[in-house]
T-cell receptor, first 113, second 115 residues
């Protein structure tokens, strides 16, 4: 698997339901980030969770991080049609002496009105 | 409002032609990045720059070139050596070090197609 890999690849729910997306990674990290991408647009940063944090909230978003399982989850509560987008996790790696973020392939979320 | 501006939004390239994608930021960010996104895929890093007049190759730099003459600007040239340039190109920036601990701010992308 890649450094960061989201699951499921696609998710379709009804408005008002909760949506949960998962991210697994391979190497030790000091933080993990979640981004949203609306169709045809750039990515928007949602949350950064550090390795010493287990849970973080932002509005209707809840992110958890389990470093022992090398996994993170993004929960969107009471979803709205406007939450329809692709969601990506990003994890840092050090390669050739430089740091960079590696993005997964994303989870495509569809919220049906 | 501060942000990242990419232009043009759509670009068409003829065979054998070089094209340049513009990326400008007014966030006073030190680091800038270029990514390529293919349908249903994640982002792949083309080039990045952490300081003016310095840049590093990413994972898929072949067929691309960049310059960083000003802090605000990081143009990407897709050369004729890039045989499969059709993709969505995203520019991003971030502030300070360590770079992997900072959120990245993205432009709205340039969609490049071959004529």
């Amino acid at each position: 698997s890649q450094q960061g890999e989201e699951d499921p690849q696609a998710l379709s729910i009804q408005e008002g339901e909760n949506a949960t997306m998962n991210c697994s990674y391979k190497t030790s990290i000091n933080n993990l980030q979640w981004y949203r991408q609306n169709s045809g647009r750039g990515l928007v940063h949602l949350i950064l969770i550090r390795s010493n944090e287990r849970e973080k909230h932002s509005g209707r978003l809840r992110v958890t991080l389990d470093t022992s399982k090398k996994s993170s989850s993004l929960l969107i509560t009471a979803s709205r049609a406007a939450d329809t987008a692709s969601y990506f996790c990003a994890t840092p790696i050090t390669q050739g002496g430089s740091e960079k973020l590696v993005f997964g392939k994303g989870t495509k979320l569809t919220v049906n009105p | 409002d501060g942000g990242i501006t990419q232009s043009p939004k759509y670009l068409f390239r003829k065979e054998g032609q070089n094209v340049t994608l513009s990326c400008e930021q007014n966030l006073n960010h030190d680091a800038m990045y270029w990514y390529r996104q293919d349908p249903g895929q994640g982002l792949r890093l083309i080039y990045y720059s952490q300081i003016v007049n310095d840049f590093q190759k990413g994972d898929i730099a072949e067929g691309y070139s960049v310059s960083r003459e000003k802090k605000e600007s990081f143009p990407l040239t897709v050369t004729s050596a890039q045989k499969n340039p059709t993709a969505f190109y995203l520019c991003a920036s971030s502030f300070g070090q360590p770079y992997s601990n900072q959120p990245q701010h993205f432009g709205d992308g340039t969609r490049l197609s071959i004529l």
